[in-house]
């Protein structure tokens, strides 16, 4: 190849990769634009739920629904939300100071009160 050939080619790469460039770039506005105008979020319709509410509320119907089982216990718990039994034990712990035992024994002692 010549030089002159080289020079030519890379003008022409340089070139058509700042036509894609520009492409994307506009693509991208127009999508952008495209999306601010369509979604318009009211504050009522989006419901926002912690992960740790969303964590509780799995374990209080794996708890509530199991609880009749004879044997139900903390590893039934840590199989059915997908946890190991350590993991569970300080999550628990963290957000109601209670440990698994301490949860299931608790539902099971106020179940017959509100029943």
Do not use: W
Request: charged residues 35%.
């Amino acid at each position: 190849m010549l030089v002159e050939d080289r020079a030519e080619m890379r003008r022409y790469v340089r070139q058509e990769l700042t036509a894609r460039v520009k492409n994307l770039i506009e693509l991208r506005r127009k999508l952008r634009e495209r999306f601010t105008r369509q979604v318009v979020l009211k504050p009522c319709a989006v419901a926002v739920e912690s992960q740790d509410e969303a964590f509780l509320k799995k374990v209080m119907t794996v708890v509530e629904e199991h609880i009749g089982d004879e044997e139900f216990d903390v590893d039934f718990l840590c199989r059915n939300v997908n946890m190991s039994r350590a993991q569970l034990q300080r999550k628990l712990k963290a957000l109601i100071s209670q440990s698994p035992m301490e949860l299931v024994r608790t539902i099971r002692l106020e179940r017959p009160r509100i029943c």
